[in-house]
């Protein structure tokens, strides 16, 4: 519904309210207030949305979208538009396309975490708990490339770029690695010479092709027997 009222012997401006902001420009004939809806109403006595719920709207339509037509493609303007809302409202709350490529590229990679996590949590014995690691980073992994290749892509640019969520998600796989090593050591199963720093790092690199996505696309032809192989050499050398 509009709210029209004539303003006489001065500049005229029309308002349009959106449903997340609004646009002024100026007009001269009338001021026009346009109420789109309930969220509209809201804004306009103060009480919007609350800032995350709109970060999470954003990030919600911009991975769709993303998984539709790809990253590298894709520009902040053409978000705006998918979405509905200005450029400059989603600026607003991402002050980039990258920024808001990090959130949805840490979604990613935070589930590649929880399967490794559910896999590791899976097992009683560190040597068990080696092995179902890398099984669950392989196959998460190649889950992520094969069901949500743009999303991939995504995740291929952060790595390239160095991320800082790309950081974050080595750093906490450094730490179950840690953990993992920590147990093994203190059941005698695994050797405590090696700093235990040093080994995880050692593992981790093991893993690389596998957990860094652009190394992944070269590494499929391997991928089957990947787990296996690759856990029984590390599990060798860690014998004490």
Not at 62 to 77: I, N, P
Not at 104 to 111: D, E, G, R, T, V
Not at 208 to 215: I, K
Request: hydrophobic share 40%; with cysteine; aromatic share 8%.
């Amino acid at each position: 519904m509009g709210i029209f009222r004539e303003v006489d012997g001065l500049d005229k401006w029309i308002v349009t309210i959106l449903q997340y902001g609004h646009w002024l420009c100026k007009f001269t004939t009338r001021v026009k207030l346009l109420d789109m809806n309930k969220a509209t109403t809201a804004a306009s006595t103060g009480r919007g949305p609350v800032d995350h719920d709109v970060r999470d709207q954003i990030v919600t339509a911009a991975t769709d979208h993303f998984r539709l037509y790809g990253y590298e493609k894709t520009t902040v303007s053409d978000l705006a538009k998918a979405i509905g809302f200005s450029k400059a409202y989603i600026y607003k709350f991402f002050e980039s396309k990258q920024a808001i490529g990090e959130v949805i590229c840490a979604n990613c990679l935070q589930q590649i975490e929880a399967d490794v996590m559910a896999a590791v949590d899976g097992a009683d014995r560190a040597p068990e708990k080696l092995r179902r690691m890398f099984k669950a980073v392989v196959e998460s992994s190649l889950r992520l490339f094969f069901e949500n290749r743009k999303l991939h892509d995504i995740a291929a640019s952060a790595a390239s770029e160095h991320w800082e969520a790309v950081r974050v998600f080595e750093g906490r796989i450094q730490a179950i690695l840690q953990d993992i090593l920590r147990q093994g050591r203190e059941s005698e199963e695994f050797e405590r010479k090696t700093p235990l720093d040093e080994t995880a790092m050692a593992i981790q690199l093991v893993l690389r092709p596998y957990l860094n996505p652009v190394l992944l696309q070269h590494s499929l032809d391997y991928a089957a027997g990947a787990p296996t192989q690759l856990s029984s050499l590390v599990l060798r050398s860690l014998s004490p």
